[in-house]
């Protein structure tokens, strides 16, 4: 129960701190992020895509990054697949994701899936994909093809700006 609250907590924050500018709702009315949780609009429902962008483009606060070590020594930072599936909730309710192929290396130790995310704005639609790759030996958590998944979902919405600061930060 702990572990669920502090997601929660979290996605709030990642909430506040992505609708910081004023909104308005159907109403006219004027919507702060200080305002409770539920009076927030969705705010991606009949928006153009520029403005879905936007906020897509912003920098995910560092409560919601998390590092992974790989086998090397380096510690890579990423998001994790649920907290971006929240972001693109918020930001881009409309959106719409597919597995495309999944693909087995052919000395069988690697699998690779391809995904595909779709934005619905009122002005059109755009697709990104993108891949993921994971060792069938790795000894963490889920099978390769859900790691694989996760990681192809986060880079193909990472190709709409969500948590791309990740990949330049180091290159200073």
């Not at 994971?134 to 000894?139: G, I, K």
Request: glycine content about 6%; some cysteine.
């Amino acid at each position: 129960m702990a572990l669920r609250s502090s997601v929660l907590s979290r996605v709030r924050l990642c909430q506040r701190s992505f609708s910081a500018k004023a909104s308005s709702s159907d109403t006219g009315r004027v919507m702060f992020d200080s305002e409770p949780e539920e009076d927030v609009p969705t705010s991606g429902i009949s928006r153009p895509l520029s403005e879905i962008l936007k906020e897509l483009n912003k920098k995910v606060p560092d409560s919601l990054i998390k590092f992974r070590h790989d086998p090397n020594g380096f510690s890579i930072k990423y998001i994790p697949w649920h907290i971006v599936n929240r972001i693109m909730n918020l930001h881009a309710p409309e959106w719409s994701g597919e597995v495309r192929s999944i693909t087995y290396s052919s000395d069988g130790k690697s699998v690779s899936v391809v995904y595909r995310v779709t934005i619905y704005g009122t002005d059109a639609e755009i697709y990104r994909e993108s891949i993921g790759t994971a060792s069938v030996d790795d000894p963490g958590y889920g099978d390769p093809v859900q790691k694989a998944e996760g990681m192809a979902f986060r880079r193909a919405c990472a190709r709409f700006g969500l948590g791309l600061h990740l990949y330049h930060e180091d290159m200073s």
